[in-house]
């Protein structure tokens, strides 16, 4: 390992020379209190910045060891020093000067949400940090000097203000981490209460716009009525009320612009932690929830559908059903089945998103077309088996149907972003609007047997080893796949586009590029022709959780600009990847 004045002699050395002389520079460099690492070099000022990182001693950076001491605590850490650098780096982008990029400072912009980011990791060892820097040229040649002031002047400031316990402001980094611990105490308090979701008195839930995840200012505070009203004891805040959600059907009913919607999607990025002063940081739920809805043109792939659509006028097994353009409903169908076979426990819904012959027929409609004649059973015929029979509970909004307010367990009206419990009354006038009989076949959890298999165009000899890589000989590989990431909306492998845009609990575009690279890693070391692909799911799940995106990079070295996803967004990944 050099030290910074080695640095600093090389930076001289090559000033003014072609931007390749840059290369040199990669290695480790000492800095009293930190080691800054030159990762990668970007080939010219016009192409992706430089990937940098520092890495600081447990020692040095001095936070006190129960703020690291499990997974939760350690990525509520990260991200609170993620914020911290990406605050002070953004002081100094592009001070530096020259052509392009040169001169650009810039980190993981988090959200409202917590995610473990690959921007700041906590090891045994000590803290990681993750950036990029434009390294400064002008034209084609190295401005060395530009960058010397990066090294030197700006970062060493925003690496002191950011990464070490002293420098920060103690009380609020405490009051972060026992929020995510509150947070995570309501989460796992759910289950022993019979709920599937809270919501605190108080929350703000309304957004500031459609392209803003920040609390609106102004808006009604949430008040929960009280025959929903629990009381639960934090570690640290005390004691909180809220509105319990129970296990079972629970619909959610109001006229337009009453706060429907906004309540399902609060509930839907309840699944995770949220920052001090969002809002929503109790509005907590069920962690395998998944939000469903209908994806015309869908790719499905040998997906057991026969709970729902079943003896098709082409005679087509739903038991293994595949097709390259589902229909709305087919596609909500598959979207159920998928979603119990990732585990969860939890199925939110709106009217509005969903195909409307998939979610009921009205008596009208089963007069005119005779029951044997339609191939759907509808999922208001299904989902009290989902919770009674396989545990699933379901939360539907709905607005235009009063056919589900006879299978929910329990009804909310929105009045003006107000709950109400209207159970009992509705429950009453239920008498009086009876359902129509109707024979449903007996409800069974559907099978899928779903072998993940590499693209055939483009494939060559390699031989399988016990990490789950390959080498020369045996088994089939394809040529090596390049990922482009599109925001949220989704991705491309090599020649296959993965549509994400209704994947709607993937909220980050790093969440996004992780995915990218667990089916990048999945496709060239796992798909055999042999492994279903939940075998695959556990086995990414797995090394993720145990050592990180790093374990899926040919290198085992990860740069800034991934964030983990849940294990039902790598279900969702893979179900939509066509080149299956």
């Given at each position: 390992m050099k030290n910074s004045k080695e640095l600093r002699q090389q930076l001289r050395s090559i000033n003014r020379k072609s931007y390749p002389a840059y290369k040199g520079l990669k290695g480790l460099y000492h800095f009293g209190n930190y080691i800054l690492s030159i990762d990668h070099v970007q080939g010219d000022p016009f192409a992706s910045p430089s990937h940098v990182s520092i890495q600081i001693s447990h020692r040095d950076a001095g936070f006190p060891i129960e703020y690291y001491k499990d997974t939760l605590t350690g990525t509520t850490l990260c991200d609170y020093l993620t914020r911290q650098f990406e605050k002070q780096v953004s002081q100094y982008s592009f001070r530096a000067k020259g052509s392009g990029k040169s001169?650009?400072?810039?980190?993981?912009?988090?959200?409202?949400?917590?995610?473990?980011?690959?921007?700041?990791?906590?090891?045994?060892?000590?803290?990681?940090?993750?950036?990029?820097?434009?390294?400064?040229?002008?034209?084609?040649?190295?401005?060395?000097?530009?960058?010397?002031?990066?090294?030197?002047?700006?970062?060493?400031?925003?690496?002191?203000?950011?990464?070490?316990?002293?420098?920060?402001?103690?009380?609020?980094?405490?009051?972060?981490?026992?929020?995510?611990?509150?947070?995570?105490?309501?989460?796992?308090?759910?289950?022993?209460?019979?709920?599937?979701?809270?919501?605190?008195?108080?929350?703000?839930?309304?957004?500031?716009?459609?392209?803003?995840?920040?609390?609106?200012?102004?808006?009604?505070?949430?008040?929960?009525?009280?025959?929903?009203?629990?009381?639960?004891?934090?570690?640290?805040?005390?004691?909180?009320?809220?509105?319990?959600?129970?296990?079972?059907?629970?619909?959610?009913?109001?006229?337009?612009?009453?706060?429907k919607s906004t309540l399902l999607n609060a509930l839907e990025l309840g699944v995770y932690n949220h920052i001090p002063g969002d809002g929503r940081e109790y509005v907590i739920t069920d962690a395998t929830a998944v939000k469903l809805r209908s994806e015309d043109g869908r790719f499905i792939k040998d997906v057991d559908i026969s709970m729902f659509i079943n003896d098709l006028p082409n005679k087509k097994d739903t038991r293994c059903f595949s097709t390259l353009d589902a229909s709305g409903s087919t596609s909500q169908a598959a979207g159920i089945v998928e979603s119990m076979e990732a585990g969860s426990h939890l199925f939110l819904l709106d009217e509005d998103t969903s195909a409307t012959n998939f979610m009921v027929r009205d008596a009208f409609m089963q007069q005119v077309i005779q029951r044997e004649k339609e191939p759907i059973t509808p999922f208001l015929e299904r989902a009290e088996d989902l919770y009674k029979k396989a545990g699933i509970s379901t939360i539907l909004v709905a607005g235009s149907s009063g056919a589900f307010f006879h299978i929910a367990d329990t009804i909310i009206q929105m009045d003006n972003y107000v709950p109400k419990d209207i159970t009992a009354s509705v429950k009453k006038l239920c008498s009086q609007y009876p359902l129509p009989a109707v024979s449903v076949t007996d409800f069974q959890v559907p099978h899928s047997h779903r072998i993940m298999s590499r693209p055939a165009e483009s494939s060559k000899r390699l031989r399988h080893n016990s990490r789950g890589n390959h080498s020369d000989s045996g088994a089939t590989k394809p040529e090596r796949l390049k990922t482009r990431i599109s925001g949220t909306d989704g991705f491309s492998l090599g020649r296959q586009e993965i549509d994400l845009r209704y994947t709607e609990q993937l909220i980050d575009a790093e969440q996004t590029a992780a995915l990218g690279l667990l089916l990048k890693y999945a496709v060239e070391h796992l798909a055999d022709g042999r492994r279903t692909l939940p075998e695959i799911v556990q086995?990414?799940?797995?090394?993720?959780?145990?050592?990180?995106?790093?374990?899926?990079?040919?290198?085992?070295?990860i740069s800034c600009g991934y964030a983990t996803p849940r294990i039902q967004e790598i279900y969702a990944c893979l179900n939509r990847y066509r080149g299956l």
């Open positions: 001169g650009l400072l810039t980190v993981s912009h988090c959200g409202q949400e917590v995610f473990s980011r690959t921007a700041c990791e906590i090891t045994e060892k000590g803290i990681t940090a993750r950036f990029f820097v434009g390294f400064p040229a002008n034209g084609r040649t190295i401005n060395a000097t530009e960058l010397e002031k990066i090294l030197f002047d700006f970062l060493p400031v925003c690496i002191q203000k950011s990464f070490f316990y002293s420098s920060l402001n103690a009380k609020e980094l405490q009051n972060y981490i026992e929020l995510a611990e509150d947070q995570e105490f309501i989460r796992q308090t759910l289950p022993a209460k019979n709920l599937c979701a809270f919501i605190a008195d108080g929350s703000i839930l309304p957004r500031e716009s459609g392209i803003s995840s920040r609390p609106m200012k102004a808006s009604v505070p949430f008040t929960s009525p009280d025959s929903l009203r629990i009381s639960i004891n934090l570690p640290h805040k005390g004691k909180i009320t809220g509105m319990g959600i129970p296990k079972g059907i629970t619909l959610i009913v109001g006229g337009g612009y009453h706060g086995f990414l799940w797995k090394n993720l959780s145990l050592h990180g995106l790093s374990f899926f990079t040919e290198n085992q070295k």
